[in-house]
């Protein structure tokens, strides 16, 4: 059973940054992909960005590609999503997850994840 665990949110403004991380423990870190997803107040979850394992394949949503990058470091079994450029449309609930197996095809699909996390809030000011 992998736990996970988010840290790193909060409140910053428009055009700031903030980085993300997940630390995970009670598996094999560096044998899972890794995702970043969120959640906005009346939305559903959406895909942010994922990575198949380290140095393999690497995905972003179009709406966080050259702002946002995923990263891990599997020594410290720990996710990151270092933001950039924030707007306020990139304020909710950030969630990782960890998925046993999963496809270039399907890493940005919520349901091939097999843990999650709690979440941690980003807010966004105008």
């Known amino acids: 059973q992998v736990q996970l665990v988010e840290s790193g949110g909060g409140l910053v403004q428009a055009g700031g940054s903030l980085r993300l991380s997940c630390a995970a423990s009670?598996?094999?870190?560096?044998?899972?992909?890794m995702g970043w997803f969120r959640q906005a107040p009346g939305k559903e979850r959406e895909f942010v960005a994922a990575?198949?394992?380290?140095?393999?394949?690497?995905d972003y949503a179009d709406s966080v590609k050259g702002r946002f990058t995923i990263s891990r470091d599997n020594a410290k079994n720990t996710l990151y999503l270092q933001m950039n450029s924030l707007k306020p449309e990139d304020t909710a609930v950030y969630y990782c997850?960890?998925?046993?197996?999963?496809?270039?095809?399907?890493?940005?699909?919520?349901?091939?994840?097999?843990?999650w996390g709690q979440g941690t809030q980003v807010t966004v000011s105008s």
């Open positions: 997850a960890a998925a046993r197996t999963i496809t270039s095809v399907t890493m940005a699909s919520a349901k091939e994840y097999d843990y």
């Open positions: 990575n198949m394992w380290s140095g393999g394949n690497t």
């Open positions: 009670g598996g094999t870190f560096s044998s899972y992909a």
